[in-house]
């Protein structure tokens, strides 16, 4: 079946425009997940979705960074005035259960470039 | 905090040689450890956690909680086993936490 897909795979914003990232969990997977991945870096851990309840916001790096997930399937991730450092690949998991140690399957990105 | 480190960028071996790739880990509990690959142009996957014991494509990972490693190993090594290797732990609740990655270049 279908794996994880995310939308668009690249981007390229100027510095202080707004930017939404769409991932597309794998169809029944209750948990989503957002990492960064910085050049030259292992993925960083940005939130976590349990079907549309956000349950660790912990890792998002500020105010400028939300994520949702209003009807449990489908996650955006919306940056506001996108600054340089924003620049990554952001990643999007999803596993089936929650609360157990399930396998993450991941998609295959969105690169963000902030010039 | 969950830390895992990976001290190596790139590792370098000849095919058929015997690979280790390192990650040593903080944690204080219980920590769940896993090796993602990532191959080029494809996606990160899963290749292995340490809960299953179980050897994936020829390669195993022991947890050694004395020196808080789960280092990677396979005795031979193939040229299609050139990728980005992550090495990451799960603590009390779902996250992931990952080291920085290293580049296994297996050359013939």
């Known amino acids: 079946g279908a794996g994880v897909s995310q939308s668009p795979r690249y981007k390229v914003a100027k510095r202080g425009q707004d930017v939404a990232l769409r991932c597309d969990p794998i169809?029944?997977?209750?948990?989503l997940f957002w990492y960064q991945q910085a050049l030259g870096q292992g993925p960083e851990f940005l939130t976590y979705?349990?079907?549309?309840?956000?349950?660790?916001k912990s890792g998002l790096p500020s105010d400028r960074f939300f994520a949702e997930r209003p009807e449990g399937s489908v996650s955006t991730l919306k940056i506001q005035r996108t600054q340089q450092e924003d620049s990554a690949v952001y990643l999007c998991?999803?596993?089936?259960?929650?609360?157990?140690?399930?396998?993450?399957?991941f998609g295959p990105g969105t690169r963000l470039t902030v010039t | 905090a969950q830390r895992v480190t990976q001290p190596e960028k790139l590792l370098s071996v000849f095919k058929g040689a015997p690979v280790e790739l390192k990650c040593n880990y903080s944690?204080?509990?219980?920590?769940?450890l896993f090796w993602y690959v990532q191959y080029s142009r494809q996606r990160l996957q899963l290749l292995l956690r340490?809960?299953s014991r179980e050897s994936i494509k020829g390669f195993t990972a022991d947890l050694n909680k004395g020196e808080t490693s789960f280092h990677l190993k396979k005795p031979f090594a193939q040229e299609e086993d050139s990728a980005m290797y992550y090495c990451?732990?799960?603590?009390?609740?779902?996250?992931?936490?990952f080291g920085t990655g290293t580049r296994l270049l297996v050359s013939p």
């Open positions: 990451a732990s799960r603590g009390g609740f779902q996250k992931l936490v």
């Open positions: 169809s029944g997977h209750v948990s």
């Open positions: 340490h809960i």
């Open positions: 979705f349990q079907n549309e309840a956000q349950l660790d």
């Open positions: 944690y204080s509990g219980s920590p769940e």
């Open positions: 998991a999803s596993s089936s259960l929650a609360g157990t140690s399930y396998e993450q399957y």
